[in-house]
């Protein structure tokens, strides 16, 4: 089925910093596209730029961008694609530059614009952010449509929102303004849909069973995703014809739920109604995205800050075979009285399989992760300790790797400024800027009640009947997908759209089922955390948000899935009773 005329194809080329590298090319030769579009940025990524500005302050930027356009950047041009990505990071300026020496040296003369203001280091202490080493607010998509409507070819940002670089081509394309909410939060959800790349395309995806026996090659990589986008701010997600992997109702729901919070999914330019989302098969590897309501964004910007924290290292210890629980207890008393880092975690163990057929199905491992804010304590004195335990500690030590030196991470943490303390600018490609004007009209913060209990428990179904029960893992029937907020864990589950006559009842149970206390009870880690459940009835879905898991972020974090990628699985994996009738 192909896409009618009077619509935006947008796709996606990147969603991370180290993404599939021929992935722009394979977009743009692919089939039709308006708009390419590249996700590059995260919070460890920010830390990561921040340390490179520090050894090159010319630096900031993602560096596989420019590879990309050195690779593809003339046959965009010829196709009349224009790039819109968040590659810029801390030096969108810098990046723009580049870009033009890049096209210079091809013969290319494209129209390059930039926009930043989003960078506030300069303003950190006044803001309250003390030594921050990144301080990035997250901006809107305006300033990406000022660009293009000005006739840009490419676009690089710095921080904005990961949705906006689909927001802003649309709004660009359908002369969109700031008061349009239910198209810009159409618009939105298209961008979350999008902003991973091939997560909405059955990558990281608990149904990938079904994609593989599907008939498909496990070995193509899987095809980036695209929107078709209407005026109306619907959306049919897709991806080039012959390309890997999938798009159906389950994929799509699957970065949906995917790091969100309550049911009011807050941008700079729109707060979207999640509840509102209604997805449909429209055809072979097509969802319609139809319903989406929107409302005024919340007065003030979310902010991205990451601080040094000072420096960590780990060992990891194999146990094998028996007495495993013994073995890490004296491995531990033998070498915690020597470790003189602030802070000492042990994690691993009691997982090896008694009389396994082969020695690594009988071995386990034990980490022991110190962290400090001097180098020292994390350094020599803390391997050496662990290494001189060689032939001297339980029966067949060994180490996974040579201890490295201690290394430095970052801790993040989200923080709000007023939009005044924020100059969103768009610099056109002839040198003029253009400061992008605030809404006028605003919503609640992301703190406010109304938000934070927007889709919160209690279940709007009624209660099950008595009935025969029977255990079964959760995943029998429930799909997952998890992932991190800074030190919050994401959790969405929902029901999979499998064509069973019984799916409006399993939505029901699983809305029931999931209370804190049966998240606590499934997620032992949680049991004394604070953490909050949010029904999304139209994607029989719910979602969890548990607070504090991961610490204080995944880069200082000491969680054995430290971005709580796994999680989803891990749940999936444990036993619930089921009623019978479900099954």
């Given amino acids: 089925m192909s896409a009618p005329d009077d619509v935006l194809r947008i796709g996606n080329c990147s969603g991370f910093y180290g993404d599939r590298a021929a992935a722009m090319r394979e977009m743009l030769e692919g089939g039709p596209l308006d708009v390419l579009t590249g996700d590059y940025l995260a919070e460890l990524t920010m830390l990561i730029l921040g340390r490179d500005t520090m050894k090159d302050p010319s630096l900031g930027y993602a560096r596989s961008h420019l590879r990309q356009l050195e690779d593809c950047l003339g046959l965009a041009l010829e196709r009349g694609v224009r790039i819109v990505s968040n590659a810029g990071g801390l030096n969108p300026a810098g990046l723009a530059d580049r870009v033009r020496e890049v096209a210079r040296g091809l013969g290319l003369d494209p129209q390059v614009a930039h926009v930043e203001g989003d960078d506030l280091r300069a303003q950190a202490a006044e803001l309250g952010f003390g030594g921050a080493l990144t301080a990035n607010a997250y901006l809107g998509g305006f300033g990406i449509a000022a660009a293009l409507t000005r006739g840009a070819d490419i676009v690089v940002t710095g921080r904005v929102t990961d949705a906006s670089l689909v927001v802003g081509p649309a709004a660009a394309r359908f002369g969109w303004t700031p008061t349009s909410y239910d198209e810009l939060a159409g618009a939105v959800v298209a961008g979350h849909v999008l902003e991973c790349g091939t997560q909405a395309t059955g990558g990281n995806f608990s149904g990938f069973r079904e994609l593989l026996a599907d008939g498909r090659d496990p070995a193509l990589p899987l095809g980036f995703p695209l929107a078709e986008i209407a005026a109306d701010g619907s959306s049919v997600i897709t991806k ?14 699957a970065q949906l739920v995917y790091e969100i919070q309550s049911t ?10 999640l509840e509102t989302v209604r997805l449909e098969q429209a055809g072979p590897d097509r969802v319609a995205v139809t319903g989406v309501r929107g409302g005024p964004p919340p007065e003030q910007l979310k902010v991205c800050v990451n601080e040094l924290g000072g420096f960590r290292n780990t060992v990891e210890f194999v146990l094998t075979g028996l007495d495993v629980d013994a073995k890490a207890d004296w491995v531990r008393a033998q070498l915690s009285p020597r470790l003189t880092a602030a802070e000492v975690s042990w994690t691993g163990g009691q997982t090896a399989q008694p009389g396994a057929e082969t020695e690594e199905g009988a071995a386990t491992l034990l980490r022991c992760t110190v962290m400090d804010p001097r180098p020292d304590p994390c350094g020599r ?47 056109h490609a002839d040198g003029t800027r253009e400061v992008v004007a605030d809404p006028t009209e605003f919503g609640p913060a992301g703190t406010d009640p109304e938000v934070r209990d927007a889709g919160r428990r209690p279940s709007p179904y009624p209660a099950p009947p008595d009935t025969l029960t029977r255990r079964v893992p959760l995943g029998s029937f429930v799909h997952a997908r998890s992932g991190d907020k800074g030190g919050d864990a994401n959790l969405g589950l929902w029901v999979a759209n499998d064509g069973s006559p019984l799916h409006a009842q399993r939505v029901s149970w699983l809305a029931k089922l999931l209370s804190p206390r049966k998240v606590r009870e499934l997620v032992p880690e949680a049991a004394d955390l604070d953490l909050d459940v949010y029904v999304l009835p139209n994607l029989g879905a719910v979602n969890v948000v548990i ?32 009623q019978e009738d479900l099954l």
């Avoid at 009011?264 to 109604?273: F, M």
């Avoid at 032939?391 to 290394?407: K, R, V």
């Avoid at 943490?413 to 600018?425: E, F, G, I, L, S």
Wanted: proline fraction near 8%.
């Fill in 240 to 253: 080039h014809a012959g390309t890997g992997g999938a798009v159906t109702v389950d994929t799509v729901t």
């Fill in 264 to 273: 009011r999914y807050l941008n700079p330019d729109v707060a979207t109604h």
């Fill in 381 to 427: 004195a803390f391997t050496a300790a662990a290494v001189e335990l060689g032939l001297g500690s339980y029966p067949g030590f060994t180490l996974t790797a040579p201890p490295g030196p201690a290394t430095p991470y970052g801790v993040y943490r989200a923080a709000y400024v007023d939009r005044a303390a924020v100059t969103h600018t768009v610099v």
């Fill in 547 to 578: 607070r504090g898991l991961l610490g204080q972020g995944v880069a200082a974090s000491t969680r054995f899935d430290p971005q709580a990628k796994a999680l989803g699985e891990w749940v999936r994996s444990r036993p619930v009773h089921v």
